[in-house]
């Protein structure tokens, strides 16, 4: 690992004004499992550089609590996984949250990993990974060595150039619930749609978000949901103990006798950003569920171009809507 000046701050102002002078050599330390695990293997490429400050954020008290407000719920960034699971407010009320926070790596993983660090960790994609793979497009080289090479667990829809798919289990979830992030710079605050958040490698092949190397994520802010609103996340491993999703899908949905109601369908695994299903959503929304299951699984996959060794992950990703709505219905 190579060496890097550490901050340890105590207030989120701090943090921005020493984003706003360091810029992209800088970068945000929350529990580290992500950060810390590829500045070890240091993959580095033309435009994707080892940071060379972090700014530990872990000290910011105003950063780590769950709340009601008004009936919505906030969450600061620095929130654990753990602690989500663990919220009798989140069980109670968003249930589909911690149900997806809960399948999230290993315990050891969820009691560092923050909510922040989970939205905003970097692709798993074994190229971009390595750093034998200097020319990939995600660091800014020419080459993305998943389209002919290894790409069993790349995406099948919207990977234009970069085929890596989005890993984390939360931003599906958090987008089906019509979730917004804070997002903090030294001139002030601004709210984002989570779903407005992600960007695809057609806007931008060297980030996954629209963070500029200024700014930081300080909140999350779930709206109450409606009454009779239900949810659920299923997520499909190659390895049952842990692993990130294959394919996994949030669903949200109000029911209205056997009708379902405006609906919310996001796919995880499958695409360069976390996939709300347009598609899916319209052919179920105002229907009986039950009978409209088929016709919204086969919608979802309208579209899907895969790969030579990723064709399974559209019936897969058919399939865990299947499994999603049927636990809905
Ligand atoms: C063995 C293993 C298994 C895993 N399994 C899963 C899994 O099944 N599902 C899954 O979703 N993830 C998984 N992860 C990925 C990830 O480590 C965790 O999801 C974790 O939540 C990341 O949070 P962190 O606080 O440790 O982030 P860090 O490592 O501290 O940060 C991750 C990235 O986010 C940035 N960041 C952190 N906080 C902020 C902020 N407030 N504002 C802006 N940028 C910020 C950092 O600069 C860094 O680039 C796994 C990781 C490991 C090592």
Redesign the pocket.
Known sequence: MKAFTYYKVNSVPKAVSLLAKYGEKA???????????IMKDRPEGPKFKMPQRLID?KGIKDLNYIKDRKGSLKIG?AAT?SEIVSSDLIREKYPLLAHAAA????PQ?RN???L???L???PRCWYFRRSLFTDCLRKGGGTCYALDGENQYHAVIGGNGCCMVY????APALIALNARVEIATAKGTKMVPLEQFYVGPRTNLLRENI?SPQE???TVEIPKPAAGNKGVYVKLKERDA???ALVSVAVSLTRKGNMAVNPRVVFGGIAPVPLRSIRAEAVLNGKDLKVAIPEACKAAMDGAHPLKNNGYKVDAARGVLEQALGLLA
């Open positions: 970068a945000i330390l929350a529990g580290g499992s992500d950060l810390f695990g954020i960034a996984l399948q999230v790596g290993v993983i560092v990993g923050t922040a660090g989970n905003c960790q970097r890993p984390s289990d939360m963070l930081m994520v300080v842990f692993d990130f």
